[in-house]
């Protein structure tokens, strides 16, 4: 990458221009919080940010139920809440990093943010609902509507019966102990520990319990990796491993090259997978040739949220690239290169960060 | 604009990819909102945002005054307080819309929000160091450090003692009632009613009352609009006027291309300038040819706050280009193409929302 910005990206196109400035993801300094405080946490929303009137809102929850329920806010705030730490991260983080590029959010890394959710567990609601025996799917609508694959749609998402009720998933109306914000789904949203961002419908209206797989657009069409258009594709569920360091020193405005003064450099970052805790971290300070062991703690927050990592690195003089690599504990590890799929999902490919270090 | 995004902008490189997966935009939907809701906000740091102690952090007021201060963040709530609505937008705003465009963060129309502001004035802060007769300039430092135009820096700005003192200006601890967050420089901040966002030092460590006019690089060199490289250029100061539509309908997800259905549409939006109160906003459905006086509000947020406007449309089918444009007292007209400079500043020609109006 150089100063006229000539690099491994092919050049982004006015649509995906118009989805950055939109969106946004978690500045990666932020890193430093364990929980990100809101504005920071990433942000991808299909269409608009719906304005919703808490007075008029309903939750209906429909379908294969014994006991139809329309529940106001104040409803759902009745039901004993709980709390959970959940890292989110968006399916299509990485993207840009696929060549060629899947057109979409034209994420780099930032995709990512880890939140406390308070809400009521999912499966306490549907217990109230009484889920019949013939029922397979639970379908999520939200309030946000747009046109996506020529459709007209609501952005909807489902989960199976035993997801739904087994997941720890919640219903939640707090962010970080405040309402949800308007962007992040306000009143109510779904969120789902381990699962890729998509799965977390925002302004929740509806979940209906039904007698088959839902195929709608963002289940069946987006949202699945496929290595060519006429395959079927597999869908997009758990979130695979990924680390991520605080970019040491300082930066270049334009270019976003970190300075390091040469000495001892103590590095730092978060781990996490959706599908089992962090193993171990590693990290190469020569764009993954070799690697050194870094330290992990455990998962403080929870089973469902990030993991803080440090190394002490010696930096010396001359142009390096700094790596993390994580290892889940069920034997899951960031590949040093991306694999490519037509959508631009799951590139958990290693970071790779340009550092100049100068005499200190 | 299509599907593979061929339209009126260049291709970004990589180095504007990062920077705008870093920064972001407030979604056109919450032009709804008078106070823009916080994570909303428009949102550009220069370098990384930093963690500042509380418990250790002190504001000095030092330079050509009586008094020099070191004032903790009590002292500096120990003061009246003021609160300022007030419309924050980057001096880049637009900025991809010209041709060529300007290497730096790469901002459709984003770049804009409303908060509520709360803090002392800087006028009590320089009253209480007593400023001397010699004074030329005030230096603002913030917490923030990288490199820009090959210098290793500070972020810094100036404004003259006759500015600083009678702007308006505030040293902000609270933004909507709440403690600033980190990325909107907790905990001070400078805000100057009327000017643009690189006025509005974050992280605030210092403020230099000097004898003689700053020449740093935020303040000679970049923010300057120059229409070659060569010219000492004209310093970016205050907001020329600007207004912005919500976009009506339902976006395409990709595109952002609306679709609308054909009948009465109630088009809305707001308008400011730092340069006088909003007069007249105008609409038009075809693509600036012919306009139509909107129905605009009084400042009710204060004078340095954006101004509500609506237009009731009717929509008929088709493909149209919506476009408004403001007026203010000073007689100050948004113009209709963009007025090119090298540092893509101060581009405030008109907002063209494509939309697909179908039958209702």
Redesign the interface.
């Known amino acids: ?1 150089n ?23 978690m ?1 990666l ?2 890193l ?1 919080y364990p929980v990100t ?5 990433y ?1 991808l ?7 919703v009137d808490e007075a008029a809102w309903r939750l209906r929850v429909e379908g294969l139920i014994d006991r139809p329920l329309s529940l106001s806010l104040d409803d759902v705030r009745s039901f004993p809440a709980a709390t959970r730490a959940l890292t989110m991260e968006c399916a299509g983080n990485g993207r ?1 990093l696929m060549s060629p590029r899947a ?2 959010q ?5 995709a990512v943010g880890t939140g406390e959710w308070t809400g009521v567990p999912l499966a306490t609601v549907l217990g109230e609902a009484g889920v019949q025996d013939a029922a397979v799917d639970v379908v999520f609508t939200g309030g946000d ?4 694959g020529d459709i ?1 749609q609501s952005f909807q998402r489902s989960l199976t019966v035993e997801t739904a009720t087994e997941s720890g998933a919640l219903l939640a109306y707090e962010l970080n102990d405040a309402p949800l ?4 789904g306000f009143p109510l949203r779904l969120v789902v520990p381990g699962w890729y961002g998509m799965t977390n419908v925002k302004w929740l209206s509806s979940v209906e319990v039904t007698d088959r797989p839902f195929t709608g657009y963002y289940q069946a069409t987006s949202y699945n990796v496929r290595s060519n258009d006429d395959e079927p594709g597999e869908p997009v569920t758990r979130i695979v491993p990924r680390s991520l360091m605080i ?1 040491p020193g ?7 090259v970190r ?1 390091v003064r040469a000495g001892p450099c103590a590095l730092a970052g978060r781990a996490w997978s959706g599908l089992a805790p962090i193993a171990t971290v590693e990290f190469s300070a020569d764009g993954g040739e070799t690697w050194a062991p870094a330290e992990v703690d455990p998962p403080t927050l929870g089973e469902a949220a990030w993991q803080a990592w440090r190394h002490l690195w010696n930096a010396s003089p001359g142009d390096h690239e700094l790596c993390c690599r994580a290892t889940d504990q069920a034997g899951n590890r960031q590949p040093l290169r991306p694999e490519w799929n037509t959508g631009g999902y799951l590139n958990n490919s290693v970071q790779r960060v340009s550092v100049e270090v100068i005499e200190g």
Request: zero cysteines; aromatic letters at 6%.
């Open positions: 990458m100063e006229k910005g000539a690099g491994d990206v092919e050049p982004l196109t006015e649509a995906e221009l118009r989805l950055a400035a939109r969106n946004h993801g500045p300094e932020a430093q405080p809101v504005g920071m946490h942000l929303t299909h269409f608009d940010i719906p304005v840009t057109l979409s034209p994420w780099v890394l930032e509507r747009g046109i996506d007209e914000p308007p962007q992040h970019p300082i930066p270049n405005f334009y270019t976003r300075r």
